[in-house]
């Protein structure tokens, strides 16, 4: 992995900016938003060249950008060389050059551990689901031996840490006690902590947050983005590593009729101001991994565009989750499979998000998922450590 050490570029020719001279001359009024997603990824060799910037510390890196400008409800958007786009970007302003040069230093940086874990290559979440109606495999381990057994099995086809979750969070699901939440979890946690595996623990209730963290979970892994009352201040004291998942609306509606102006730059939005208010907390962002939450509260369409821009969301500045595994859009852009049988389209679109810088993939289909890992492994090796 490229070090840390490597400082963004800072400065740029204040000349013309070429392509982009005419580009959203209004974006140097107040109010403006703007964004950076890389684009046309190139090995990491080229940042050792010198003819590109490393994108999060991975493989990949780039010298080419999509900049969206943002203003309510104005976006426009343009496709152009780096130089470019910072030379565009000191002609609006200095408010807009500094916005810009803060994305790409976020894009830029490399990513230190997350829950323990090194990131020199994507890491395989494996799902444990201890409930009786989970979307894709309710019941099958709802008893914690049978959850135990699973989790080993996980462990054991190469999944480098596990998601504990005891709480169905589907479409249409009810909620479910932090008592009840507890019992169903605890068992299992105390034995893969016990155990040495990295555990996270899907939940969204502060109590049981606070259980599972003294039980030796690692990571926390919220749906509601540490929105519920206590949660933010339990986790931060706590110095725990979460993720920051993006929902719109609550599980039991959420996807009645999800609305968003653009779905992926919304997603970042919310996550952004999320990612903040734990910065406001004492969090640094070494323990905060974000997730654009797809399936939660989005249409087929809007999964869509925010997996597109997965690289987009490297410039939080954080550790990138992607949980997509046997989801929904997947029958729906294909013949209606049912969860179980879903597992190639999962492979899919999980190797599209490595392919845009992805860290973590969480998934069901763990020992099909680390072969399809080493396959791409070996197609986009990894910076060789004479690599700058």
């Not at 302003?93 to 803060?102: H, M, P, S, T």
């Amino acid at each position: 992995m490229p070090p840390a050490s490597k400082p963004a570029p800072k400065s740029v020719p204040k000349s013309a900016a070429g392509s982009l001279a005419s580009f959203a001359p209004w974006a140097a009024d107040g109010g403006v938003r703007v964004y950076l997603r890389p684009v046309g990824l190139l090995p990491i060799d080229a940042w050792a060249k010198g003819a590109a910037v490393p994108l999060a510390g991975g493989r990949f890196s780039f010298a080419t950008a999509e900049l969206v400008v943002r203003q309510g409800a104005r976006i426009e958007r343009a496709f152009a060389p780096l130089s470019e786009i910072m030379a565009w970007g000191w002609e609006r302003g200095k408010a807009v050059a500094e916005a810009l040069d803060k994305r790409l230093g976020a894009l830029t940086r490399a990513r230190a551990p997350f829950g323990g874990l090194e990131l020199g290559r994507p890491r395989i979440m494996g799902i444990v689901n201890v409930t009786p109606d989970s979307f894709s495999d309710g019941g099958d381990f709802f008893d914690a031996k049978a959850a135990i057994a699973h989790g080993e099995a996980l462990l054991e086809a190469g999944a480098d840490l596990l998601d504990i979750g005891g709480e169905s969070t589907r479409p249409g699901s009810a909620a479910v006690s932090a008592e009840e939440e507890e019992a169903r979890v605890l068992p299992v946690v105390r034995h893969f902590a016990g155990k040495g595996a990295v555990v996270s623990v899907d939940t969204r209730h502060p109590r049981v947050m606070g259980a599972v963290l003294d039980a030796g979970a690692a990571i926390i892994n919220d749906i509601a983005g540490l929105g519920e009352p206590g949660a933010l201040p339990l986790v931060a004291g706590k110095a725990a590593p979460v993720v920051l998942m993006h929902m719109q609306g609550e599980p039991g509606t959420m996807q009645q009729n999800p609305v968003y102006e653009d779905a992926a730059l919304d997603v970042f939005d919310w996550l952004e101001e999320r990612v903040e208010s734990c910065r406001q907390a004492g969090m640094p962002l070494e323990r905060i991994c974000v997730d654009p939450g797809i399936g939660f509260g989005k249409t087929v369409d809007h999964n869509l565009e925010v997996l597109r821009h997965t690289a987009l969301y490297h410039g939080l500045g954080c550790v990138v989750l992607i949980g997509l595994s046997r989801k929904t859009f997947i029958g729906k852009l294909s013949r209606g499979e049912p969860p179980k049988e879903r597992m190639a389209g999962s492979l899919a679109a999980g190797l599209e998000t490595l392919n845009q810088g992805a860290q973590i993939l969480r998934v069901h289909d763990v020992g099909q998922t680390v072969q399809a890992r080493a396959v791409w492994e070996g197609l986009h090796p990894a910076p060789h450590p004479a690599s700058p």
